[in-house]
Nanobody, 115 residues
Framework: QVQLVESGGGLVQPGGSLRLSCAAS????????MGWYRQGPGKERELVASVTSGGSPNYADSVKGRFTISRDNAKTTVYLQMNSLKPEDTAVYYCNYRDRRYDSWGQGTQVTVSS
């Protein structure tokens, strides 16, 4: 199994920035995909951004140009730098790890964008 521990959520004003971190541990497979999903109030969970073990990123249209995903393979950690935050970015953000064996989720971290 793979365990995920997230950190970095919080309350920020519109236009502000936050950085989320997710550390993976356990049975990590060399070829994997890590990413961030979010679920806003009354909404379904949606992909925010993901990155392969080779470093290729993928972004939702709503966050392109504002969010940056990166990963440190040595530490099996993935980061989400969120800039120019908007109230509609308010959600619980979940880290995800996926390989050919496992599909693991973190416990979620709350991001609230409000003045």
């Amino acid at each position: 199994q793979v365990q995920l521990v997230e950190s970095g959520g919080g309350l920020v004003q519109p236009g502000g920035s936050l950085r989320l971190s997710c550390a993976a541990s356990g049975s990590i497979f060399s070829f994997n995909n890590m990413g961030w999903y979010r679920q806003g109030p009354g909404k379904e969970r949606e992909l925010v951004a993901s990155v392969t073990s080779g470093g290729s990123p993928n972004y939702a249209d709503s966050v392109k140009g504002r969010f940056t995903i990166s990963r440190d393979n040595a530490k099996t950690t993935v980061y989400l730098q969120m800039n120019s935050l908007k109230p509609e970015d308010t959600a619980v953000y979940y880290c995800n790890y996926r390989d050919r064996r496992y599909d693991s989720w973190g416990q979620g971290t709350q991001v609230t964008v409000s003045s």
